[in-house]
């Protein structure tokens, strides 16, 4: 590509970005606050999912509301004040569940999805991070009959695109996962997908990766964003960090994204989904081979390298709030009657932000009115998984070869929800 280009954002998407533009020819200062993979990166599930095809706002999110507002399940919590403030993102959210929205959605997250995952497996493998992947799939656990009935809309969507699964009675989710508590009438195992031990490690190898191949890795806390006249952009960093310039500028920075591009005179309708994570023991002789994900007790339960990770729910509040865990404590008390975890791990419980834009797709594109400014953000809870494929069709746009992906870069166009 020629150019110099500064990618702010050293997450999973971010990462991915810098190591994409350089192998296209350019010269990329990667740039975050903190080492790379150390904020929403490093404490999800680890998941890599074909299933994730599926938004939090479908059409059967109306159904589920009056249980969702009473604010007190593990799966769902929200600080009033907060849901207040942002009713007009909130009504978007939903009006984006409408069943023409949902489709074109789910088409678009399925082909980042697949972009994604062969990219995933090339990289592991030239970072020597094999080891950390798993082909295990994932599971799904339903506590009832009735349960497993409000499922079928998921199941048809997974069957319309090719998702793997095989439906499971009691007696073949205990020869799968033996040290599971009898207590699911019904499971679905979601095959052809992977999940990793350690998502932090497997950014930084990415990052490696890129600093291998002469990358620069700035850490430098940003306070704005500004054309510099010349046809470029320039980065302010906070206090005395200085200043950077270049061609071209790329804003990875999940929830941080819109606060920053606010300098720049753009207002993303962009939200914080808060969540949280604690590690644990496995009681003695008990194990646990893939993340599972308990439909009715709200959590995912993934083996890690440090141990049984337990990840809650949605949380909406601001993004730097101070942290709420008592949804961690319901998530534990569940999970406890489903699995024999031993002692907790950490010595408080991780908070991290997924960042969602209200049809719960990232944007990915050039920002309108902006030339230079490009954006790669928004990816909800699948950014871990599409970090990849992200890099990929934003390189090909900022390259002007964007090809047989033209079509799915649409789906990602940052216009759709930005006038300039």
Not at 70 to 97: E, I, K, M, S, V
Not at 314 to 324: I, S
Not at 354 to 382: K, N, Y
């Amino acid at each position: 590509m020629g150019n110099n280009i500064i990618v702010l954002g050293a997450g999973m998407v971010g990462v991915c970005c810098a190591l994409e533009l350089q192998r296209r020819g350019a010269s990329v200062i990667l740039v975050d606050r903190r080492e790379p993979g150390s904020e929403t990166s490093y404490g999800n599930a680890g998941v890599l999912a074909r299933s994730s095809l599926i938004p939090f706002n479908h059409p059967g999110l109306w159904r589920q509301l009056p249980r969702l507002l009473r604010n007190d399940t593990a799966q769902f919590r929200y600080r009033p004040g907060f849901l207040l403030r942002n009713l007009g993102w909130g009504a978007r959210f939903l009006l984006n569940a409408r069943p023409a929205v949902y489709r074109e959605t789910v088409a678009a997250l399925d082909g980042l999805i697949r972009l994604s995952a062969d990219a995933h497996q090339e990289l592991m493998r030239e970072a020597g991070i094999g080891r950390r992947l798993r082909d295990t799939g994932w599971i799904f656990l339903y506590r009832s009959a009735q349960a497993w009935e409000g499922g079928a809309a998921a199941r048809r969507v997974y069957a319309e695109y090719g998702v793997p699964t095989q439906a499971l009675a009691p007696p073949e989710l205990a020869a799968l996962e033996p040290s599971l508590a009898p207590r699911f009438e019904r499971a679905l195992w979601v095959q052809g997908s992977y999940s990793v031990d350690d998502p932090q490690a497997v950014v930084r190898a990415y990052a490696a990766l890129f600093r291998q191949a002469g990358g620069a890795f700035r850490r430098m806390p940003v306070r704005g964003i500004r054309p510099d006249g010349a046809g470029g952009w320039t980065v302010v960093g906070a206090e005395a960090s200085g200043s950077l310039s270049a061609d071209r500028l790329v804003v990875a920075l999940g929830p941080w994204s819109r606060a920053l591009l606010r300098t720049a005179g753009l207002d993303v309708p962009l939200v914080c989904e808060r969540g949280y994570h604690m590690h644990y023991a496995a009681q003695p002789g008990a194990s646990l081979g893939r993340p599972v994900y308990d439909t009715g007790g709200g959590y995912v339960l993934s083996p890690m390298a440090r141990g049984l990770r337990l990840t809650t729910g949605v949380q909406l509040d601001d993004c730097d709030a101070p942290p709420r865990p008592e949804q961690l404590g319901l998530a534990e008390t569940q999970a406890r009657r489903a699995f024999p975890l031993g002692d907790r791990l950490d010595d408080t419980p991780w908070m991290g932000r997924r960042p969602t834009l209200p049809d719960s797709r990232p944007m990915i594109g050039e920002a309108p009115r902006r030339p230079g400014l490009w954006l790669a953000l928004g990816h909800q809870h699948i950014g871990f998984s599409t970090g990849p494929g992200t890099a990929r069709l934003l390189a090909g746009l900022m390259s002007g070869q964007a090809g047989a992906h033209a079509a799915l870069a649409h789906a990602f166009r940052p216009q759709r929800l930005l006038n300039g």
